[in-house]
């Protein structure tokens, strides 16, 4: 599984950077032929909105791919509020395949 974390108009540091790879890797216990998952960390400058900090999670599986996104107050909130989300997904999507 191929882990690529960026950060848009801002620099991560190693800290969150590890969290986001350290938490990734439970996905592997979800689907076991995870190709890449790309990771976005994206800082949102809006004057008018208090949840600015937004993580988006695109992982790539053979012919399929799941997408989620989630904005809060902190990257870690955002990220692990998107992950649970990806999970779900991945579930459900071995669900209609064992259908």
Request: proline content about 1%; aromatic content about 8%; overall charge positive.
């Amino acid at each position: 599984m191929i882990v690529h974390v960026q950060a848009l108009h801002f620099d991560a540091d190693k800290k969150l950077v590890e969290y986001v790879t350290k938490k990734l890797e439970k996905l592997a216990q979800y689907h076991d032929r995870i190709i890449k998952v790309d990771v976005f960390l994206v800082l949102d400058n809006v004057v008018h909105t208090i949840k600015d900090k937004c993580a988006e999670i695109r992982v790539h599986v053979p012919r399929a791919e799941f997408f989620v996104k989630s904005t809060s107050k902190s990257f870690e909130t955002s990220f692990d509020e998107a992950l649970d989300a990806l999970v779900q997904q991945i579930k459900k999507k071995k669900q209609k395949q064992a259908a």
